[in-house]
């Protein structure tokens, strides 16, 4: 089975600073897409990142990058100059290519709470 | 841009009662979805919709039932409620022509059934 796996319920981190969110996934799979999206308190779900398996580069966005090891299964998040605003919950997600019109099934992990301090 | 609209944005149910969940999005997405969000937990999926008169289940779908007459809507039945329905919803969509990726949600409905 699919699954997906964030080992760190909850991060802090100071303003200004770097931190890393982990995940690793399960999957026999060759070619898929892998994902961060956040979630504040108002509970909208927006896409941070993704990642295309076939692609060997890291994806970045502005602050955010992943470290993407495809060997390992791992795909964390690192979000540098952390901002009050980047206070969330950020959720891993996975879905193989090519699942068609369920491209809406991916696989979540459980998330990790991040506050960001002062 | 509103994007995707959920309503309402809270609801109490009693045990057995109905509602309808309403989604609808103005991004002429051809796909929709339906989540649940338990606390602690990742999202499931309920139902999905790759366009009008087309749904099919996700990974939990029992329980539940939707529609896709147009485009824009695809709203969420509950029958019967039960306490294991509570839980946060989530609608989303998505374009078939961006490939696969990015999901655009709605904010969310809270479903308390006492």
């Known amino acids: 089975a699919q699954t997906v796996t964030q080992s760190q319920p909850e991060m802090s981190v100071q303003e200004a600073e770097t931190v890393t969110l982990s995940c690793t996934y399960d999957?026999?799979?060759?070619?898929?897409?892998l994902f961060w999206y956040k979630q504040p308190p108002s509970r909208q779900m927006i896409l941070v990142i993704r990642?295309?398996?076939?692609?060997?580069q890291n994806a970045t966005e502005n602050r955010f990058s992943v470290n993407f090891q495809k060997a390992a299964k791992s795909f964390s998040l690192k979000i540098s100059d952390s901002q009050l605003g980047d206070a969330a919950m950020y959720f891993c997600?996975?879905?193989?290519?090519?699942?068609?019109?369920?491209?809406?099934?991916?696989?979540f992990g459980k998330g990790t709470k991040l506050s960001v301090k002062p | 841009n509103a994007g995707v609209t959920q309503t309402p944005k809270f609801r109490i149910l009693k045990i057995g009662q109905s509602m309808t969940l309403q989604c609808t999005q103005d991004?002429?997405?051809?796909?929709m979805y339906w989540y649940r969000q338990d606390p602690g937990m990742g999202l499931k999926l309920i139902y999905y919709?790759?366009?009008?008169?087309?749904?099919d289940k996700g990974e939990v779908p029992n329980g539940y039932n939707v529609s896709r007459s147009t485009t824009e809507d695809f709203p969420l039945r509950l029958e019967l409620a039960a306490p294991s329905q509570t839980s946060v919803y989530f609608c989303?969509?998505?374009?078939?022509?961006?490939?696969?990726?990015?999901?655009?949600f709605g904010e969310g409905s809270r479903l308390t059934v006492l």
């Open positions: 989303a969509s998505s374009s078939m022509w961006e490939g696969t990726g990015e999901l655009f």
């Open positions: 999957t026999s799979e060759s070619d898929y897409y």
């Open positions: 990642q295309e398996a076939y692609k060997q």
């Open positions: 997600a996975y879905i193989p290519e090519g699942y068609g019109g369920s491209q809406g099934n991916l696989i």
């Open positions: 991004m002429n997405h051809n796909y």
């Open positions: 919709s790759v366009g009008a008169g087309i749904t």
